[in-house]
């Protein structure tokens, strides 16, 4: 990622850190014992605009989200963990129907203005009652609570991820706040992510929707790869004005300010999506460059950041190149052998396609480390792609193999 | 798999179980203190096919035995394991001629009968002195040697594989024998698979190309899926008509015999890949049945048994059917969640996308065995395909972040 903007300042933050909107996050018995109700609202209904997962098994509430932002308008999002309303069939949207109606009735305002997102095990009804039971003790609790909110969104999260920062635009200083979910990654697709963002610029749906889909692109989209998607994913973004500044309009300085913060907050929660990944050590850059195209770059990319056997040696600290070499013969990407080029960090490993052994013992220092940057050079043309993925240890496997349980 | 056929036979045996065949396996001292380098002779110069990885990064044996095949014919096959001479540049190509020509002068042939493999660590060198020097005491080694030769090819195997059928042709009998090695697969394609074949049968160049694509497509293709392979997988079939039966036929009874017989081998060969995949403690047959067309059914079935989610559950024996659902969602096959059914052996867990919790206790017994068979109708058409896959435990991860060490 992450976009360097003069006019950013990251801060601490949550969805509260913007002006005028409010949150919480309780326990509603879903989970066992931990939180697993959030919500988040605006003081006022506010712009707008979701992206959504691309399986075609969507959950109900992506179907009902998506519906709702046509309108480009949104007010509240009530979030339950511990079941991903998925596979569930008509009682799946009932449900859904049910969660969003209770919350707009606590709150009095309209149900087409609450979206709803569930997380969590697929193809389980939802315990709708006690989530419509808890509604009230929900909205009771609204406060500065999107660190509450952050915590109640958790399935086999380690810790909470929230990300703020403050965006100068000239004329005045609007604040983006953000909160998601995320770990279960063996690529990180393979699991739901949510994340909501919240702003208080001002910024007209349309406008509102390119920003998302640009900041998605080079952070969400870098960790979940394009079409391999869970049942749920969603990402959310709100502006409801309070900040006071003037309406953004596209392409100005103003725009790609307010782009380079949203994009900011986008990536680091995307970052510690990748770094939460179950059982993961290390946090691994692939940078592909000399592709064919762009789109060949992110197939080759992707096609090593989701190699097991890479993974596995990433785990094990292991200069296994052959392995990235492995994949990137199998990825759909245009591939000339005798021009690849592979460096851990800035230590070129391969030229050629060759090994060079010599610098073995440089690189395989450079793999020691929480962080771990890998350049790929295919030779061919100008295509680039930077991603990110995670090492992969026996703790995935032990919470994946017996995750119902 | 499983080819029936009246005319089968299964036996014990191998690669020299067939007449007119010898092999030996030794130690030559690129692996530590196992055996590492194999050869497998006919008595005469033989009809030989091949079939071969996609993979853009094809070792140097790959492109050297797709070169001699051409000619269909082909007389030994020398196969060192501990190194897969992949990813090694010019130096590749001429280690790979070196071992050709070490085994075609000790066996006194041309150098173009001379079929090599190699299987292992991808990019490093080949020590091609301890091969060369260690041909004259292979050589010395020849006689029924199909076991020796099935332990010198393993890898991280955790047993040698070999198959063998006698095939009756109605006219005479032939035999078809077999080893292979490949075990590294969190799904098949991700490691070297190698197998090689031999018949007493005699069946001309073109023929048993045609009868190999028909086997390796329902067998070590329902494994390692399509386009999905290693640098060095490879399959070779030899046939020397020392059975003394008359030469096959296209499309008769006799050939479609064979093709069985065929077929059985490799069948059971390609199961035994799967059922020593690194820490398997199950096999999972997945047929998806019901799809818009075959293309369809095998994209489906493929998205699942590839799915970590799905694997690692297996190994936890859970039911959790959701991560079936979800894998479908994403792959891409033509899906109507509404429609999908999902069976755990003949008890249907999922009607219509949606759970029937009342057979899950049921379903829940039949995910314990070591062999659990899955079937998904996805509702839409005629396509259908049966595929293989293995559980996916903690023990994979431990080889595989320590493979080079």
């Known amino acids: 990622m992450i976009t360097s903007h003069p006019g950013l300042r990251v801060i601490e933050g949550t969805v509260t850190t913007p002006r005028g909107y409010r949150a919480a996050g309780i326990h509603c018995g879903i989970k066992a014992d931990r939180p697993d109700l959030a919500l988040i609202v605006a003081d006022v209904p506010a712009s707008a605009a979701g992206m959504f997962t691309t399986n075609k098994m969507r959950s109900a509430p992506v179907i009902q989200n998506e519906a709702k932002l046509v309108s480009g308008r949104a007010q509240a999002m009530i979030i339950n963990s511990g079941n991903a309303n998925a596979c569930t069939g008509p009682r799946g949207f009932d449900d859904a129907r049910a969660m969003a109606a209770a919350a707009a009735a606590a709150l009095g305002i309209a149900e087409g203005l609450v979206l709803t997102a569930s997380t969590g095990v697929i193809g389980r009804p939802l315990p709708i009652d006690r989530i419509t039971a808890a509604v ?10 999107g660190t509450a909110a952050a915590h109640a969104i958790m399935t086999t999260d380690a810790f909470p991820k929230t990300a703020a920062v403050v ?18 990654m063996i690529h990180p697709s393979m699991a739901t992510m949510i994340a909501v963002t919240t702003t208080d610029a ?23 790869v394009d079409g391999d998607t869970s049942t749920s994913d969603t990402v959310i973004v709100m502006a409801n004005s309070a900040a006071g500044a003037a309406p953004l309009v596209a392409g100005d300085g103003r725009y790609e300010a307010f782009v380079a913060g949203l994009t900011d907050v986008a990536g680091r929660l995307a970052k510690m999506i990748v770094a939460d990944g179950e059982g993961t050590t290390r946090v691994v850059e692939v940078a592909v460059r000399g592709a064919a195209s762009d789109a060949d770059a992110r197939a080759a990319a992707n096609t090593v950041m989701t190699s097991l056997l890479v993974k596995t040696a990433f785990h094990g600290a292991e200069l296994n190149w052959g392995r990235i070499s492995g994949a990137l013969g199998r990825s759909p990407a245009r591939i000339d052998p005798d021009r690849v080029a592979i460096a851990i960090g800035d230590v070129w490993v391969v030229r050629n396609g060759v090994g060079i052994p010599e610098t073995y013992p440089a690189a395989q220092e450079l793999l020691t480390p929480s962080e771990v940057r890998v350049t790929i050079d295919l030779g061919l043309g100008q295509g680039t792609f930077t991603g990110w993925t995670s090492d992969l240890g026996e703790t995935y496997v032990k919470i994946n193999s017996g995750y119902l349980s």
């Not at 009230?136 to 609570?145: F, K």
């Not at 390119?210 to 080079?218: C, D, G, I, K, P």
Request: charged share 15%; glycine share 16%; net charge positive.
């Open 202 to 224: 001002a910024v007209e749906p349309p406008l509102l929707r390119q920003a998302l889909r640009a900041a998605v692109n080079r952070t969400f989209n870098c960790i979940s």
């Open 136 to 145: 009230p003790a929900l909205v009771a609790a609204l406060g500065a609570g």
């Open 167 to 184: 965006v100068d635009l000239g004329d005045g200083r609007v604040t983006i706040g953000g909160i998601a979910k995320g770990a279960g």
